[in-house]
DNA sequence: TTGACATTTCGACAATACTAGTAATAACGT
DNA sequence: ACGTTATTACTAGTATTGTCGAAATGTCAA
């Protein structure tokens, strides 16, 4: 994961529907769950949700399926797995971070 | 680490430059990095640069310290934690996702 | 092939974000 | 007090983002 698809994540991370849709889907398992579906628990216009759930494709969090008439959304957990990595290997300066590391000041 | 703060600290990452100056802070360590070099590093106007670290000091990210004449701002790493948590908390349904669960697909 | 359903694309608009020049503020030395 | 340095606040212009209605597309069943 180099800077510009962790910006890219970040970005599609940062708003509240794009954030509610990928939790929604994370909880939903690798199923994924129809556009409709989506639309109706965030509440949103159809046309509002593709906007959306096309920019969390875009960055790669999330993957779609055909299923039907039906238009799958999923969380793609590898993806999430990079960005925390990511996170991981620069929140610290390359010092694991993650549980109880947020006073390891040492290194000036 | 609420949604709220979390949207708000994916916001301020979601930038190339504040991206960039956040990582130039972790690198620079606790002592943080005068306002001053931060722009000369990323290549910065004096008021675009001040544009961006408020924007990370907002979503607190990133803090600030008067030395003399000069203002010196630090990542905070109690902040990337929280991040971090708020992220392996949310990836996979509560499941830690951080090393190698990537394929953990089984709970449909 | 017609009709219904699920979703996307298009178009227009309002709101917000980014950039950078200029003016103002804070700290310091003389 | 004055000039210099370091930085922020103000302001305006441009670009991007978010919203949603209407029209188009893809899928299926009869």
Known sequence: MDATRTIEAFGAL????????????VEAGPGGM?????????????????FHVQSLQRAGLITQRRASRQL???????AMNGLV????????G?????KSN???RKAA
Request: aromatic content about 10%; charged content about 15%.
């Open 14 to 25: 940062a708003h509240e529907h794009r954030l509610a849709i990928y939790r929604l889907l």
């Open 34 to 50: 129809p556009a409709g579906h989506i639309g109706e628990r965030i509440g949103l216009a159809p046309s509002s949700l593709t």
């Open 72 to 78: 799958f959304y999923a969380a793609d957990f590898g």
């Open 85 to 92: 990595d990511y996170l991981t290997k620069n929140c610290c």
């Open 94 to 98: 390359g010092a694991p971070c993650g």
């Open 102 to 104: 947020s006073r390891s």
